[in-house]
């Protein structure tokens, strides 16, 4: 079956530093997803790649899809109390309808 | 438009107990999964409907099961309730299930086993 790694687990930041959040799979992707959650909330989708190489932004956050779409990375430039929260990976297998969710990155960041 | 909407929003059971939750997804949406949350598992994925059938399943025991009504609203029952089915359920709905379709979530059901 598919494998999912995100890593780190948890990441804790002072405010006004950077993060990042690696997601990798063992297999080639057809697209990934990027999701937020906030304490006591619900996920809550952030973007779509598709494309191999693909670089997207929103605002600080940056998303990249690898070369080989096997792994995908968030990056959030200048971290914000609103950042905290757990960021999820989800993933399409090539061929695959079925989602695989990464266990997450949980981000404290301390003011 | 509204929302994904679920309820209960809490309960507590107690073992060997069942129970039964309610997701009625966004308008015009057809496909709604449900996934279960826990601080140690992360989310799992526990089955897909798409137009009243079961279009796809996690690996749960036969005690969580679903339907899908023809309005697409949905319910999952978990029967025989264990300590350990304690957890988060969310609901989430889509256009129409594919990959490349924005999972919208609803708030989740906190279902507590004592």
């Known amino acids: 079956g598919q494998q999912v790694m995100q890593i780190p687990q948890y990441q804790h930041v002072q405010e006004g530093e950077d993060f990042t959040t690696y997601c990798n799979s063992s297999?080639?992707?057809?697209?990934i997803q990027w999701y937020k959650q906030r304490p006591g909330g619900h996920p809550v989708f952030l973007i779509q790649?598709?494309?191999?190489?693909e670089v997207k932004k929103q605002k600080r956050l940056t998303f990249q899809f690898g070369e080989a779409k096997k792994n995908s990375s968030l990056h959030i430039t200048a971290t914000q109390t609103t950042d905290v929260g757990t960021y999820f990976c989800?993933?399409?297998?090539?061929?695959?309808?079925?989602?695989?969710f990464g266990k997450g990155t949980k981000l404290t960041v301390n003011p | 438009k509204a929302g994904v909407t679920q309820t209960p929003r809490y309960l507590i059971k107690t073992r060997g107990q069942q129970v039964t939750l309610s997701c009625s997804p966004i308008?015009?949406?057809?496909?709604v999964s449900w996934y279960q949350q826990t601080p140690g598992q992360g989310l799992q994925f526990l089955f897909e409907y798409f137009s009243e059938t079961q279009r796809n399943k996690g690996n749960f025991p036969g005690r969580f099961s679903g339907r899908q009504f023809s309005n697409s609203r949905s319910e999952m029952n978990v029967s025989t309730l264990e300590l350990g089915d304690s957890a988060l359920y969310l609901c989430a709905s889509s256009f129409d299930g594919l990959a490349k379709n924005i999972q919208y979530f609803g708030a989740g059901t906190r279902l507590s086993v004592l």
């Open positions: 308008s015009g949406h057809r496909s």
């Open positions: 989800v993933l399409t297998q090539g061929g695959s309808e079925k989602l695989v």
């Open positions: 790649l598709v494309k191999s190489g």
């Open positions: 297999t080639t992707l057809s697209n």
